[in-house]
């Protein structure tokens, strides 16, 4: 059984940095592409960003570029979503997410992601 945990969520003010993580287990971490999407009150869940399994390809949604940085430690099992230059907008419930296939590039479509984390909910502020 494969376990998702995101933790690292909070209110922070505009502008200000949080970092997300998202413990594995169940499964060979090291193996599998991951990423990280959000959900806004009222809106449809969206992706924010991806790396793959070697952690050396990431890829980012428009509007999180330049300001979020994904990365993944294998020995810890864990993928982490820096954020820095927090904007209101941002407001949302973060999932982390991993790929169903072994081995891949990242990946963007929520259809090819088989196992997600409970959420974790970043509010900021203006």
């Known amino acids: 059984q494969v376990h998702l945990e995101e933790s690292g969520g909070g209110l922070v003010q505009a502008g200000g940095s949080l970092r997300l993580s998202c413990a594995a287990s169940?499964?060979?971490?090291?193996?599998?592409?991951m990423g990280w999407f959000r959900q806004a009150p009222g809106k449809e869940r969206e992706f924010v960003g991806a790396i793959d399994w070697t952690g050396r390809r990431t890829y980012y949604t428009d509007s999180v570029k330049g300001r979020f940085t994904i990365s993944r430690d294998d020995a810890k099992n864990t993928v982490y979503l820096q954020m820095n230059s927090l904007k209101p907008e941002d407001t949302a419930v973060y999932y982390c997410?991993?790929?169903?296939?072994?081995?891949?590039?990242?990946?963007?479509?929520?259809?090819?992601?088989?196992?997600w984390g409970q959420g974790t909910q970043v509010t900021v502020s203006s």
């Open positions: 997410a991993s790929v169903r296939a072994p081995l891949r590039d990242y990946v963007k479509r929520e259809d090819e992601y088989d196992y």
């Open positions: 169940g499964r060979t971490f090291s193996s599998y592409a």
